[in-house]
């Protein structure tokens, strides 16, 4: 079992950063590949980013694609979102997730943490 904790979010001018963080329980961390999912009002928890469990390979949305980049350190049970030049439309809660393996969706994560809100203002 894995228990996922995120923070960092916040409320930012379009074109700043945030560095989102999800802290993981658990000794099988290093494991599982972790994912970055976010969610705005009204509309469906979209993917953004996943990492696999040993960093050799990265995905991103298209959305986020040269804005942001997710890293992870093993030794501190930590995966990271750093977000860049961030638009209006980066609102949302995001989440992070454990799966097995590298996926860009939803159903194939299996813990996720509660989410942490991110308001970019133009």
């Known amino acids: 079992q894995v228990q996922l904790v995120e923070s960092g979010g916040g409320l930012v001018q379009a074109g700043g950063s945030l560095r989102l963080s999800c802290a993981a329980s658990?000794?099988?961390?290093?494991?599982?590949?972790m994912g970055w999912f976010r969610q705005a009002p009204g509309k469906e928890r979209e993917f953004v980013a996943a990492i696999t469990s040993s960093s050799g390979r990265t995905y991103y949305a298209d959305s986020v694609k040269g804005r942001f980049t997710i890293s992870r350190d093993n030794a501190r049970n930590t995966v990271y979102l750093q977000m860049n030049s961030l638009k209006p439309e980066d609102t949302a809660v995001y989440y992070c997730?454990?799966?097995?393996?590298?996926?860009?969706?939803?159903?194939?994560?299996?813990?996720w943490g509660q989410g942490t809100q991110v308001t970019v203002s133009s």
């Open positions: 997730a454990a799966a097995p393996v590298l996926a860009p969706t939803s159903d194939a994560y299996s813990y």
């Open positions: 658990g000794r099988t961390f290093r494991s599982y590949a």
